[in-house]
């Protein structure tokens, strides 16, 4: 299969769907529930604004906002303004789905399917489940699938003005100079661990002279290259000691003043202290320093490999479809092995290595491709997955984190500037498709 390049794609993805739909109760939908809804509100309906003649209901709107975690003790005056916001990100939304619709972005049944059957996986049901839970969540099978629809069509689009932007070499260089030395700790990503020895509020003299030795003694033998983990499970009397002593990856306006002051000029990897405070001794270790906006300095791998049949139309993809189904319910009850498999059916160069892709790093694969493959634990076999390459099964192997070279880096840099270029651009043409777009607002959604 060919690796094309790929940028992060939108936030909105299938997954929203698989939490509104778990086991759990949660009460996020997809998208809105479109008129068709079997939500007991249903009959209190109404309309809230047209988008060129298009509904927006107060349904869509109080769907929309149960995806939005809203403290209990918020005033009204926030709820309204919250409301408001969210109708105007649905009329943006209606906006571009006509911008798409317009320039030809259309979205096969197949594909359709293959977002059913994912949402169905990641709820842990079959298809036929996932539609007997439907009228739970508020919605028709029809509009359900037309939520599907909608939420790849606008995924096409931004995938269409990713591929269109264009990111110099000079970009990246200039990007990386403006964050190689933050100084405002709100603009650090800073993660330490410590050993904290306690120095009891009345302690004698001697009390104070051995919690000190203890401390000097402890960043001696950590700056020596022992395990600081270690050291902090044995010494460290902090909550955190049973994880190693870490403190979490945050700003560095969220460490105390003491931290940040002396780790501040520190590389990852330093052992800095022991430093004394109110309540004891601190000796730090700098896990990560970087600018907020840096990829994080290790990338997670994964080891997958695939089963690709070609499909150019409709009838194709659910014949690939159909048969990658029954092809995994083999695989799955060891009558056949992947690797076998992919030899026999795979339509891949790839068939020869078994269907082995190799180890690839975020953003190697198409967005369906990838968000398919991230969805999996190591040794599990995806539904079948539709991509413009055709239709796949998937397996991860297994995951394994590597320090990013200079190159990732850049091209991690360069995959970020592209996105917001993408953003840039869908932005213009929300605004150029409001500008012609007849919107009447009518009750304000509540």
């Known amino acids: 299969?060919?690796?094309?390049?790929?940028?992060?794609?939108?936030?909105?993805?299938?997954?929203?769907?698989?939490?509104?739909?778990?086991?759990?109760?949660?009460?996020?939908?997809?998208?809105?529930?479109?008129?068709?809804?079997t939500n007991a509100s249903t009959s209190?309906?109404?309309?809230?604004?047209?988008?060129?003649?298009?509904?927006?209901?107060?349904?869509?709107?109080?769907?929309?906002?149960?995806?939005?975690?809203?403290?209990?003790d918020a005033p009204s005056s926030a709820r309204a303004s919250l409301a408001r916001e969210v109708l105007e990100r649905l009329i943006d939304e209606r906006a571009l789905l006509q911008v798409a619709q317009e320039q030809g972005v259309r979205v096969s049944d197949a594909e359709v399917d293959a977002a059913e059957a994912e949402v169905a996986r990641r709820n842990g049901l079959s298809v036929e489940q996932l539609h007997q839970r439907l009228p739970s969540a508020g919605l028709t099978l029809a509009s359900f699938r037309a939520n599907l629809r909608d939420?790849?069509?606008?995924?096409?689009?931004?995938?269409?003005?990713?591929?269109?932007?264009?990111?110099?070499?000079?970009?990246?260089?200039?990007?990386?100079?403006?964050?190689?030395?933050?100084?405002?700790?709100?603009?650090?990503?800073?993660?330490?661990?410590?050993?904290?020895?306690?120095?009891?509020?009345?302690?004698?003299?001697?009390?104070?002279?051995?919690?000190?030795q203890q401390a000097d003694d402890v960043a001696r033998r950590a700056r020596a290259g022992e395990d600081f983990a270690a050291l902090a499970r044995q010494y460290s009397r902090a909550p955190e000691a049973t994880q190693g002593g870490r403190l979490g990856l945050r700003t560095a306006d969220r460490y105390p003043t003491l931290f940040w002051d002396a780790v501040r000029a520190q590389p990852a990897g330093s052992i800095v202290g022991p430093l004394r405070s109110g309540a004891g001794w601190h000796v730090l270790k700098v896990l990560t320093q970087r600018h907020v906006?840096?990829?994080?300095?290790?990338?997670?791998?994964?080891?997958?490999r695939h089963i690709l049949l070609r499909a150019d139309n409709d009838a194709q993809r659910q014949a690939?479809?159909?048969?990658?189904?029954?092809?995994?319910?083999?695989?799955?009850?060891?009558?056949?092995?992947?690797?076998?498999?992919?030899?026999?059916t795979s339509q891949d160069a790839s068939a020869r290595d078994g269907g082995r892709l190799g180890w690839a790093t975020p953003g190697?694969?198409?967005?369906?491709?990838?968000?398919?493959?991230?969805?999996?634990?190591?040794?599990?076999?995806?539904?079948?997955?539709?991509?413009?390459?055709?239709?796949?099964?998937?397996?991860?192997?297994?995951r394994r984190?590597?320090?990013?070279?200079?190159?990732?880096?850049?091209?991690?840099?360069?995959?970020?500037?592209?996105?917001?270029?993408?953003?840039?651009?869908?932005?213009?043409?929300?605004?150029?498709?409001?500008?012609?777009?007849?919107?009447?607002?009518?009750?304000p959604p509540q």
């Open 151 to 212: 939420e790849l069509t606008l995924q096409r689009l931004r995938e269409r003005e990713e591929a269109r932007a264009r990111v110099s070499e000079g970009d990246i260089d200039a990007w990386l100079r403006e964050r190689e030395h933050p100084t405002n700790p709100a603009q650090v990503a800073l993660e330490l661990a410590q050993v904290f020895i306690p120095v009891p509020e009345n302690a004698s003299a001697a009390q104070q002279a051995q919690a000190q």
């Open 293 to 304: 906006d840096l990829p994080e300095p290790t990338v997670t791998q994964t080891e997958v």
């Open 364 to 398: 190697l694969f198409v967005p369906e491709f990838e968000q398919a493959m991230d969805a999996l634990a190591p040794g599990q076999v995806s539904e079948p997955v539709v991509s413009r390459f055709g239709v796949h099964l998937i397996e991860v192997l297994q």
């Open 320 to 344: 690939a479809v159909e048969q990658l189904r029954a092809l995994r319910q083999r695989i799955v009850a060891g009558q056949i092995s992947f690797e076998d498999a992919a030899r026999q």
């Open 44 to 72: 209190l309906d109404h309309i809230v604004a047209l988008v060129g003649g298009q509904p927006i209901t107060a349904s869509e709107v109080r769907a929309r906002l149960a995806r939005i975690e809203v403290p209990a």
């Open 1 to 37: 299969m060919n690796k094309p390049n790929r940028t992060l794609h939108a936030a909105a993805t299938l997954l929203t769907i698989a939490l509104a739909l778990g086991g759990t109760g949660a009460a996020a939908q997809p998208l809105g529930a479109r008129p068709g809804s």
């Open 401 to 443: 984190d590597v320090p990013r070279s200079a190159r990732e880096l850049r091209d991690a840099v360069r995959a970020l500037l592209r996105q917001r270029k993408a953003d840039e651009a869908l932005a213009e043409l929300v605004r150029e498709a409001r500008a012609r777009t007849y919107v009447e607002y009518r009750e």
